[in-house]
C-alpha cells in the first residue's frame, strides 16, 4: 500500500517555560488508507486539495474517493480546532508558566491552574477520541491488514498518560490541607513527599511523550518524503 502524509504534528508536553502539548493530527494517513484501497488514478495531492477546498472534486470521483475526501476534511477541521484551543491554552497563566513554582503559589492559584489543565486535557482528549472514529471508518477502506498505525496511537496513549499524570498533581496541590504556598523560589507544602512524586509522573510522562512525538515526527517525514505533499496542500502555512 502506497503510503502518503500530511504536515500535522503535534507539541510536547515538558515543563518548560512555555510547551504546546496537544495532540496535531495525521491527515496522511486518511490518504494512505484511501489510495491502498483505491483502483482508481488519484493523487496524494489531489484529495489533500479537494479536502481543503483548493481543487473541486471531479464529477467522475468515485465514491470511494468521495469518501476519503470528507474523512480528509473533517481531520482537517479537528486540526484547526486543535490550534484554536492551543492558542487560547497558551495565553492562561498555567500555559505561559506549564509547571514552573507560579503555578503553585497558593491553593487558589493551583486551583486555577488545574481547571485550565483539564479544561484543555478534556478538549484534547475529545479530539483524540473523534479522530480515532474516523480513523475506524477509514480502516473499512484498508485491505492491508499490515499497515502500522502504532506511531499514532503511541503518541494518543502518551498524550493520555501526560494529561493524567498533569491533572493529578494539580489536584494534589490545590487540596487545601496541602497549605502550598511559594517561598525563596521553593514551592512548599504539606506532604512534600506526595508532591515530589507526583513531580516524578510528569517527569517521566513527559520524557515517554518526547520519545512518542520524535517516532511520531519522524514517521510523518517518511510518508512526506513519499508522497510528495506539503503542508499547503492540505491549507496550511509550511
Same mark, same amino acid.
Given at each position: 500500500?502506497?503510503?502518503?502524509?500530511?504536515? *500535522?504534528?503535534?507539541?510536547?508536553?515538558?515543563?518548560?517555560?512555555?510547551?504546546?502539548?496537544p495532540v496535531r493530527l495525521v491527515v496522511g494517513v486518511?490518504?494512505?488508507?484511501? !489510495?491502498?484501497?483505491? @483502483?482508481?488514478?488519484?493523487?496524494?495531492?489531489? *484529495? &489533500?486539495?479537494?479536502?481543503?477546498?483548493?481543487?473541486?472534486?471531479?464529477?467522475?470521483?468515485?465514491?470511494?474517493?468521495?469518501?476519503?475526501?470528507?474523512?480528509?476534511?473533517?481531520?482537517? &477541521? *479537528?486540526?484547526?480546532?486543535? %490550534?484554536?484551543? +492551543?492558542?487560547?491554552?497558551?495565553?492562561?497563566?498555567?500555559?505561559?508558566? *506549564?509547571?514552573?513554582?507560579?503555578?503553585?503559589?497558593?491553593?487558589?492559584?493551583?486551583?486555577?491552574? #488545574?481547571? +485550565? !489543565?483539564?479544561? /484543555?486535557?478534556?478538549?484534547?482528549?475529545? @479530539?483524540?477520541? @473523534?479522530?480515532?472514529?474516523v480513523f475506524s471508518q477509514l480502516k473499512e477502506l484498508?485491505?492491508? %491488514?499490515?499497515? +502500522?498505525?502504532?506511531?499514532?496511537?503511541?503518541?494518543?496513549?502518551?498524550?493520555?498518560?501526560?494529561?493524567?499524570?498533569?491533572?493529578? #498533581?494539580?489536584? /494534589?496541590?490545590?487540596?487545601?490541607?496541602?497549605?502550598?504556598?511559594?517561598?525563596?523560589?521553593?514551592?512548599?507544602?504539606?506532604?512534600? %513527599?506526595? /508532591?515530589?512524586? @507526583?513531580?516524578?509522573?510528569?517527569?517521566?510522562?513527559?520524557?515517554?511523550?518526547?520519545?512518542?512525538?520524535?517516532?511520531?515526527?519522524?514517521?510523518?517525514?517518511? #510518508?512526506?518524503?513519499? %508522497?510528495?505533499?506539503?503542508?499547503? +496542500? /492540505?491549507?496550511?502555512?509550511?
Amino acid at each position: 500500500m502506497q503510503m502518503s502524509n500530511a504536515n *500535522l504534528p503535534r507539541g510536547a508536553p515538558t515543563p518548560a517555560k512555555k510547551s504546546t502539548w496537544p495532540v496535531r493530527l495525521v491527515v496522511g494517513v486518511i490518504v494512505a488508507i484511501f !489510495i491502498g484501497h483505491s @483502483r482508481h488514478s488519484v493523487s496524494s495531492r489531489d *484529495l &489533500a486539495k479537494e479536502a481543503s477546498g483548493q481543487q473541486a472534486v471531479s464529477p467522475t470521483a468515485s465514491s470511494e474517493e468521495k469518501q476519503a475526501v470528507g474523512l480528509i476534511a473533517q481531520i482537517i &477541521a *479537528l486540526h484547526k480546532e486543535g %490550534d484554536n484551543r +492551543d492558542t487560547a491554552f497558551e495565553k492562561t497563566f498555567v500555559g505561559t508558566h *506549564l509547571l514552573e513554582p507560579a503555578t503553585f503559589s497558593s491553593t487558589a492559584v493551583a486551583s486555577q491552574s #488545574l481547571e +485550565d !489543565i483539564s479544561a /484543555y486535557c478534556a478538549s484534547t482528549m475529545d @479530539r483524540i477520541n @473523534r479522530t480515532q472514529i474516523v480513523f475506524s471508518q477509514l480502516k473499512e477502506l484498508d485491505t492491508d %491488514d499490515h499497515t +502500522d498505525f502504532s506511531w499514532v496511537d503511541n503518541q494518543f496513549k502518551a498524550s493520555r498518560e501526560w494529561c493524567s499524570a498533569a491533572e493529578n #498533581l494539580y489536584q /494534589y496541590a490545590s487540596d487545601p490541607t496541602r497549605n502550598i504556598h511559594v517561598s525563596g523560589g521553593i514551592v512548599r507544602l504539606v506532604g512534600v %513527599d506526595g /508532591y515530589n512524586e @507526583r513531580i516524578a509522573a510528569v517527569n517521566a510522562a513527559s520524557k515517554k511523550f518526547a520519545a512518542a512525538d520524535a517516532a511520531f515526527k519522524e514517521a510523518q517525514r517518511k #510518508l512526506h518524503q513519499k %508522497d510528495g505533499t506539503t503542508p499547503s +496542500d /492540505y491549507g496550511f502555512k509550511p
